[in-house]
């Protein structure tokens, strides 16, 4: 099983975080989404998750960094952001 950190933006703290909430695999993070783990993250395990971690963990899904994520994608999870 590959280990989350081996994924793109993902360090030893975010894999933590995710270890605190549930997630282990890829799959379970694609499986509940970026909002949804972000959520969870602020309310379990870092109340100050930022706007630059819910990139990471949507480019983590995409496998890519999360500086390519699409424009498109990046103004949705703001306005997400935004709205918490």
Do not use: W
Request: with cysteine; hydrophobic share 40%.
């Amino acid at each position: 099983m590959e280990s989350l950190s081996s994924l793109p933006n993902i360090g030893k703290v975010l894999e933590k975080n995710l270890n605190k909430i549930g997630i282990y695999t890829k799959e379970q993070l694609v499986q509940m989404g970026s909002e949804e783990v972000f959520i969870r993250i602020r309310l379990l395990a870092d109340s100050g998750a930022c706007l630059h971690m819910l990139y990471g963990i949507q480019g983590a899904i995409e496998n890519i960094r999360y500086t390519q994520l699409a424009e498109e994608t990046k103004q949705e999870l703001k306005e997400f952001y935004k709205g918490l």
